[in-house]
């Protein structure tokens, strides 16, 4: 049995999974599936089209599901909506903007934990096991691959992909692609590799260091041509899985990489951004 506080507004067009909890003055509208098991605490509204996968938790004043903020879509406009999956964990005060296109709806994976202000604009794309920390922000259009984590008061620039296992250290932005594996510590600058993150999600010290070694001599203070890098990354992924990662997203990338420092001053305000 799913249970609803007499408070709430519940839709004709909403679809209740088994277990559902609605809590007080919540307020949704639209065709909305909740799976089996999806809590909402309290003062959460929900824009359909909206799914939400079974035992996921939503915690008071979330917003899902409104209009992207894109001036050329307007209310009524039609929209896929948004898709989140299972055992996510979303905090006081996010939003999750509705798709703006026909393509695809906004997606949220499976066991991504947003919290606290944390927002993820319209037709963007998050993978599994995503963190976004308090008032980090996803543009519209973004995608973000798994078991990535955006430290608070992080942003990604519209239309750009955060590779897998990436971090963003607090208040870092990208307004270009950041790699796999990357740890983003100044704005576009790519100071280390994701090392703890690699190493808690059982890579090996040899794919560890193929990692590091990729990156020291396709990024690190140089400017080879995107032909250049590939032919690096190309050559040392024949033994590498990782590296062979690397070379794919850099080869499927659409805008400019982020890229690591080049002069002393950049290595500088690299480790500052980091120390902060």
Known sequence: MSSVHPSASVGSEVQLGEGVEIGPRCEIDGPVT???????????????????GAGTIIYP??????????????????????????????REHITIHAATRPEHPTTIGNRVFMMVNAHVGHDAIV?????MVNNSCLAGHTVVYDRVTMSGLTAVHQFCRVGRFAFLSGGAVASCEVPPFATISHRNIIGSINVVGMRRNGFDNAEITAVR????????????????LLEVLDGMGVHSKAVAELA????????????????SEESEAALDAAAT
């Open 127 to 131: 993978g599994n096991d995503v963190i």
């Open 61 to 90: 004043f979330a917003c899902i599901g409104f209009p992207g903020q894109d001036v050329k879509f307007k209310p009524g406009d039609p929209t896929p909506g948004v898709v989140i999956g299972e055992n996510c964990t979303l």
């Open 34 to 52: 909740l799976g089996a098991g999806v809590r909402l605490l309290g003062n959460i509204y929900l824009r359909g089209p909206v799914t939400i």
């Open 248 to 263: 794919e997203f850099v080869r499927t990338a659409k805008r400019p990489l982020c890229r690591m420092p080049r002069t």
């Open 213 to 228: 070694q990729a990156y020291r001599q396709a990024f690190h203070g140089k400017t080879l041509t995107r032909a250049q």
